[in-house]
């Protein structure tokens, strides 16, 4: 219930709203193969189809993990959700970029860090690098944008809280569920701080997701879908 999404996975599982191949990167791609198709453009940056078909796969993999048979009705679903979030990623980047922040390298090194230690080694970290097709320098390069985007929307939805009494809904709910598989659930001031964290969380996620409907709705005459 209170298991922690890492970043490796919101940085290469591409299938996270802010999970997307970057635009640059999208620019160097199209350097090399000028020919190569789009699905999108958003304010004339390509959506290209390799990032769109490497991020429905990512999608399909998360289903087929969770054991969800994906039928032709989620699949189309799917194949909409996930270039609308490739879209979403898109505007909120050149949005962040125009805002101008500023990343120190530390901070990224320390991101770095942060997710190397999620490996059991050195080796089991470069392998995940080789899998993922991506270079330490690229993996840093995406990790700065991400701390961008991060700083970006923080700043844009403001700060979270939440009361007492939502955070006694969260717990309700988890109570019920511990309950009904005979289990014996925590007391509420004993789970009281993980909960509190999870509600601003889901709040967040929220007011993120509200943010990011409007930006899509002001820039709706700059999106190309092709």
Not at 20 to 32: F, G, H
Not at 188 to 209: D, H, M, S, Y
Request: net charge negative; with cysteine; aromatic share 6%.
């Amino acid at each position: 219930m209170f298991k922690r999404i890492s970043a490796w996975f919101i940085i290469l599982g591409l299938a996270a709203i802010l999970g997307a191949c970057s635009s640059n990167e999208a620019s160097d791609k199209n350097k090399e193969a000028k020919s190569e198709e789009a699905v999108a453009t958003v304010n004339g940056k390509e959506i290209l189809k390799s990032d769109y078909e490497n991020s429905l796969k990512s999608a399909k993999a998360t289903y087929e993990k969770q054991g969800i048979e994906v039928d032709s009705k989620t699949e189309k679903e799917m194949e909409t959700g996930v270039l609308d979030q490739l879209i979403n990623t898109e505007l909120v980047r050149q949005s962040a970029e125009a805002e101008d922040i500023s990343i120190k390298q530390s901070q990224v090194n320390s991101e770095l860090a942060n997710i190397k230690s999620q490996f059991e080694d050195d080796a089991k970290y470069k392998e995940a690098l080789k899998q993922n097709k991506v270079t330490e320098e690229e993996l840093k390069k995406q990790v700065k944008q991400q701390m961008v985007i991060t700083e970006y929307l923080e700043g844009a939805i403001g700060k979270v809280t939440v009361t007492e009494d939502e955070v006694k809904v969260i717990y309700d709910q988890y109570k019920a569920q511990t309950e009904s598989q005979d289990q014996k659930a925590e007391k509420f001031e004993t789970v009281k701080p993980q909960l509190e964290q999870q509600a601003i969380a889901q709040k967040k996620n929220e007011k993120v997701n509200k943010f990011v409907e409007d930006l899509r709705k002001k820039n709706e005459e700059n999106i190309k879908i092709l």
